[in-house]
């Protein structure tokens, strides 16, 4: 990307982290973007769209001196993310930072290109594909953040549905992708221990987004302009989000769940290994990709 070349000061580059938000262009991405930028990294913001990217990037640098850049991909789409963690590697020789916070959400049942329930497909299916093929430039220290919600309490994986081709409904969908971020985060931290990268989710609290907007017809505005005085700020949102990225208190730390940059329980389904194993195998096979086949020997 024509974004993605242009550099700062060499010797600067050199000493910079390097982070990529997924989601960047609004919301709770933004405000981590624009957090992790002002505490010294060098961050990729990934969008979906050019122009909310754009529009999103120049607001941001025109606030203050960030070092930013803008790449563009579609996590509904596995050849998408596919060429778009090869062209990361082309400009980037490690990645210390990754938060996994873009999310759909969805009243109609849609599917990705790849023929997966949005929700599914792009909440935890298109950032588990992303992470994977990432974690080769991913060092001893590195972290991964994944944002996941309180929702996941009332979720269930429907392991021979998870389609949801018969049953759908937006609450059975978004708590479902919700669950499987957790259980994947604490799956692959499992499976990264002794690398030295550490894998945490968290609950970033009731926050005003645009995300359950239709861009297209507008529906969603008018409830979340309502209820906006009752929720938390972006900025508020994400402050777990840049502690679990950036805290000493947590270098450490692997495979916990955060509520208020605190551990906090999750449900009961969501502390089950024997899920966690079976969804991660499940998605090795709706991928097509192994982690042991992606880590660097």
């Not at 000061?9 to 405000?31: R, Y």
């Not at 239709?214 to 529906?219: L, V």
């Not at 005085?229 to 947590?250: H, I, K, N, Q, R």
Request: proline share 2%.
């Amino acid at each position: 990307m024509e974004e993605a070349t242009k550099k700062s000061n060499p010797d600067q580059e050199v000493k910079k982290k390097i982070a990529l938000v997924t989601g960047a262009n609004s919301g709770m991405g933004k405000a981590t973007a624009a957090a992790l930028a002002d505490q010294g990294f060098q961050v990729v913001m990934l969008c979906r769209s050019r122009e909310r990217g754009e529009t999103a990037l120049s607001e941001l640098q025109s606030e203050k001196d960030r070092d930013l850049k803008l790449m563009l991909c579609n996590l509904g789409s596995m050849q998408d993310i596919r060429r778009f963690t090869e062209e990361f590697k082309v400009y980037y020789d490690r990645l210390d930072v990754l938060v996994n916070n873009a999310g759909v959400i969805s009243l109609e049942r849609r599917e990705t290109e790849d023929g997966l329930e949005e929700q599914f497909g792009v909440n935890h299916i298109g950032h588990f594909l992303l992470t994977l093929r990432l974690l080769d430039k991913m060092k001893p220290g590195s972290r991964i953040v994944v944002v996941s919600s309180g929702a996941h309490k009332i979720g269930k994986i429907h392991f021979n549905n998870y389609n949801l081709k018969h049953g759908f409904n937006v609450i059975t969908a978004y708590s479902q992708s919700k669950l499987a971020n957790i259980l994947f985060a604490r799956e692959l931290a499992e499976r990264l221990r002794g690398r030295g990268i550490t894998v945490n989710c968290c609950h970033p609290g009731a926050v005003a987004t645009s995300m359950g907007i239709n861009r297209d017809t507008g529906f969603g505005k008018t409830i979340v302009k309502l209820l906006k005085p009752y929720f938390l700020t972006p900025e508020m949102g994400a402050s777990t989000a840049v502690y679990l990225a950036t805290s000493p208190d947590v270098e450490h730390a692997t495979g916990k769940y955060f509520y208020r940059c605190w551990m906090t329980n999750t449900s009961k389904a969501a502390k089950s290994k024997k899920a966690a194993r079976k969804l991660f195998i499940l998605s090795e096979k709706i991928t097509g990709e192994k982690l042991q086949n992606l880590l660097p020997r």
